[in-house]
């Protein structure tokens, strides 16, 4: 049922059929990335949630395996077993995840066969018994578990009222008795402005810390997801410093601008050193849709995060993605004259990559998804500010007016900042599979989701609005099925 949807991605990882959410779990074990994702094998709701599993050699063709953790029939995770972290425990794979119980998650523990296939809950779940005593605090859920100096440490995702998300931090020697440290870091989203495009929210779902290495020296990144009372915001970062128990924070970022379309994020350091993040591309459809078509929700492509000389964080799909170019097209040295759109790319399984130089003031309208008569398209507008050297911005935005001619689908425009390059250029990629758009300039991400409901709904094209643009290196592939038979590992099986 789910394989006839036109709008159900082909290159990026889909659940075989029903729900999907966060990525969990991530991990690179004897070569084979693992990716877990929340899951609900029965049907496309958020509802008695496993961890579903799925296995690649290349992060490109996946292969579906066993389901790893069901909720049990009664005990800690009788109502889901919710996001988590898997690390390795001196050799034993070890899974710490929110077991529900009612409204309530709790950690909780299971240990894994070396194939990472066959996982044992541990008798001891809950791991910890209650939310730490006198903080009134909205939700307990989500883990971050790493080592240091001889011990684990874990931060847990939530919010104290009136004041702001928060990550909890936790020590043990053991993974399963745990001592309450304190609050790492407390935001300050109970008392700001909600309208604010980094607003940290009230509650921090999926908080994750990790160090990168890059030409700004060594920084510190706390990750998370900023949530309300029931609602998905966006993802967030701060950078900074972890100091002994709290984290120093100096600029709050935009992981990706298009919201709760890349949600949820984790990421982990691969066999070759490099920082892989995954995220959650909810739906812009109604719930119903979504029951209608017997899947939900897409699993972003792997993407590296390196941290740039301004101390900010570029994001980039893993490079291995390309493999699945086919049919390249050069677009370098095309000039685009105002008010004439050029076509570049025809398809819904498209990569397009583009270095194009805009003058100082100067913009451009991307069209994708677009049909001959433009009754849909989904219009990216990208404009080159005037603004003295170093804090320069591109300003983009994605106009989702015309996406669809299904009045259900969310049409709402995305917008924001992406950092200007040293030489002025401004650097596209853009990822077209069907209803999921992954875009990328200058290293900026934004994700959407979008609905076409017409078949020739496929060009994409580019025009100047404003002021001169040119194509200075750039080309379109059509992009090949994951799923398809007969790709190079044993995988790729549907
Ligand atoms: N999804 C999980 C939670 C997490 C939320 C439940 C974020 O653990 O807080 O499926 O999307």
Request: hydrophobic fraction near 40%; charged fraction near 25%.
């Given at each position: ?199 940290t929210g009230t509650m921090w779902e999926c908080v994750e810390l990790f160090g990168l290495q890059g030409g700004s020296g060594a920084r510190d990144v706390l990750v998370f997801s900023a949530w309300d009372e029931g609602q998905t915001h966006h993802a967030l970062y701060f950078t900074g410093e972890y100091v002994g128990d709290t984290f120093v924070p100096d600029g709050t970022h935009r992981l990706d601008l298009g919201g709760r379309y890349f949600y949820a994020p984790q990421s982990f350091t691969d066999d070759a050193g490099r920082r892989v993040m995954f995220g959650w591309l909810q739906e812009g459809r109604p719930d119903a849709a979504a029951v209608a078509a017997g899947w939900s929700g897409v699993m972003s492509l792997p993407r590296v995060v390196t941290l740039a000389e301004d101390g900010g964080l570029r994001l980039a799909p893993a490079p291995e993605i390309a493999d699945l170019r086919r049919d390249r097209v050069t677009l370098t040295g095309r000039e685009m004259l105002a008010g004439e759109p050029a076509a570049l790319a025809s ?148």
């Amino acid at each position: 049922r789910a394989d006839t949807d036109p709008h159900r991605p082909r290159f990026h990882f889909v659940p075989p059929s029903g729900w999907l959410n966060d990525p969990n779990g991530l991990t690179q074990r004897d070569g084979v990335y693992h990716l877990f994702y929340q899951h609900n094998p029965e049907a496309a709701v958020h509802h008695r949630i496993s961890w579903g599993h799925a296995t690649s050699r290349d992060l490109v063709h996946w292969q579906d395996e066993p389901v790893a953790l069901v909720p049990g029939d009664s005990g800690p995770d009788v109502d889901g077993c919710w996001s988590g972290v898997l690390v390795d425990d001196g050799g034993v794979p070890t899974i710490v995840y929110s077991g529900r119980h009612g409204e309530r998650e709790l950690p909780c523990v299971a240990t894994g066969s070396d194939d990472l296939r066959a996982w044992t809950k541990d008798p001891r779940n809950p791991v910890v018994a209650a939310p730490p005593a006198g903080l009134d605090l909205v939700a307990f859920r989500d883990h971050s578990v790493w080592r240091e100096g001889g011990r684990w440490r874990q931060l847990i995702g939530s919010g104290i009222r009136g004041r702001g998300g928060t990550a909890l931090l936790y020590e043990s020697v053991d993974l399963r008795s745990w001592d309450y440290v304190g609050p790492l870091l407390v935001g300050t989203g109970a008392t700001d402005d909600r309208s604010r495009p980094d607003w940290t929210g009230t509650m921090w779902e999926c908080v994750e810390l990790f160090g990168l290495q890059g030409g700004s020296g060594a920084r510190d990144v706390l990750v998370f997801s900023a949530w309300d009372e029931g609602q998905t915001h966006h993802a967030l970062y701060f950078t900074g410093e972890y100091v002994g128990d709290t984290f120093v924070p100096d600029g709050t970022h935009r992981l990706d601008l298009g919201g709760r379309y890349f949600y949820a994020p984790q990421s982990f350091t691969d066999d070759a050193g490099r920082r892989v993040m995954f995220g959650w591309l909810q739906e812009g459809r109604p719930d119903a849709a979504a029951v209608a078509a017997g899947w939900s929700g897409v699993m972003s492509l792997p993407r590296v995060v390196t941290l740039a000389e301004d101390g900010g964080l570029r994001l980039a799909p893993a490079p291995e993605i390309a493999d699945l170019r086919r049919d390249r097209v050069t677009l370098t040295g095309r000039e685009m004259l105002a008010g004439e759109p050029a076509a570049l790319a025809s398809g819904d399984q498209l990569d397009v990559e583009l270095l194009i130089a805009l003058e100082p003031g100067a913009s451009a309208r991307l069209v994708l998804r677009a049909t001959p008569d433009a009754s849909e398209e989904t219009v990216l507008e990208i404009a080159r500010e005037t603004r003295g050297r170093g804090d320069a911005r591109v300003r983009i935005r994605l106009d989702r007016s015309r996406s669809s001619l299904d009045p259900a689908a969310d049409r709402g425009e995305l917008t924001g900042d992406a950092p200007a390059r040293a030489d002025g250029l401004v650097h596209l990629r853009l990822l077209v599979d069907r209803s999921a758009l992954e875009l990328f300039v200058n290293g900026q991400a934004l994700t959407a989701r979008v609905y076409p409901t017409r078949a020739d709904a496929v060009a994409v094209r580019l025009a100047a609005t404003g002021g001169r643009v040119r194509i200075e290196d750039g080309a379109a592939w059509r992009m090949e099925d994951a799923w398809q038979a007969g790709a190079p590992d044993e995988g790729a099986s549907r």
